[in-house]
């Protein structure tokens, strides 16, 4: 099956019961390296797992004044993730923005390309600084999908998830480094391209 | 602007003018690995850049028997694609099927761990291997797109836009490498979780 927002539903509910918001919350602070997912995809993918009973629906109290939707995983979604964990894991399609661009530089105005160039490779140095501080909170048990299930798990299972996630977390840092690293690369051929080009010329 | 198959066709087109199957062709043989595109997603995506203006069909015997429509940019579709260059390139939304699936291998049967593992990296194996013969192709002037050009741009021209291509292929090369290596550390990972699971013990 292709892999989808339900999917991250799935997994965020098996922590713990939550609220629309702290789904969305927890994507943003958590797995948004991995799968992002704007608030309307999570709103659209709960209502259809609630159709289908996969989610179920509670109003609860969340502070003073206010009621909410909490939604917790059914028997039956706690089967659909168990499924999904063993499927084959379907590709996306190849889909890269930046090097379809970079392919066309021999026509580009340089100070269009050396833009471009430079905010890939910031973009990800910053994702691979977020995604290395990431495996830390993992590691060290700090990180709040790890502590919910303190208590709750034996602390073998917890150690091998702990350590299992960071893992993965710093294979993404690894992953956004090399895209790093495949930018400068490529700025280096524009620099050749462009030998006149001086991107610096009006920032004095 | 958010890049889509609508340059995919921009970009083709701007080559020569081409039918639908020649398009499709074209994509699966050359740009599919920066930017793959199913048959209905193409002509979805020629219709509509037809409607607008961007391309221009018009019907053109092909073989014996066949009338065909053969598509062309029209001078705003080749505005179009100066315009796509020149702007600021949107990432696409983090998606990353494999690395959320293996971010919960501590819960997953090893059969299944170590299937899925091995068909990653024997895919990007396999896609590093097609990316960098196609980097071969461009630079040595065998390839399609770059021959149909030849004759219709300075040797000049023709010379920068090979090393453009083939430099952008190799690069996509070293990334599928780079997802093949970084499926072998999350492999000798799953070893430790399970030392004791012997993939091979049906295989004899």
């Not at 609630?50 to 028997?75: C, D, F, I, N, Q």
């Not at 350590?163 to 992953?175: F, G, L, P, Q, V």
Request: hydrophobic share 40%; proline share 6%.
């Amino acid at each position: 099956m292709t892999t989808s927002t339900r999917h991250l539903i799935l997994i965020l509910l098996r922590v713990q019961p939550m609220t629309g918001y702290e789904l969305a919350q927890n994507t943003k602070i958590s797995v948004d390296p991995l799968w992002s997912a704007t608030h309307s995809q999570i709103y659209t993918a709960l209502q259809k797992l609630e159709e289908e009973g996969l989610v179920a629906r509670e109003t609860a109290k969340r502070g003073e004044r206010m009621e909410k939707y909490v939604y917790s995983l059914t028997p039956a979604g706690r089967d659909a993730f168990r499924v999904w964990l063993r499927e084959p894991i379907k590709p996306l399609p190849n889909r890269d923005p930046f090097r379809l661009w970079a392919a066309h530089i021999d026509e580009c105005p340089p100070e269009v390309v050396f833009r471009n160039i430079d905010e890939y490779i910031q973009r990800h140095v910053e994702l691979a600084e977020r995604l290395d501080r990431a495996a830390l909170t993992f590691i060290r048990g700090e990180h709040p999908l790890i502590q919910a299930r303190m208590g709750r798990m034996s602390d073998e299972a917890l150690e091998r998830l702990k350590r299992t996630r960071a893992m993965i977390y710093r294979e993404a840092a690894a992953k956004a480094r090399f895209e790093a690293e495949s930018g400068r690369r490529i700025r280096a051929f524009a620099q050749e391209l462009y030998p006149d080009y001086e991107p610096n010329e009006y920032d004095d």
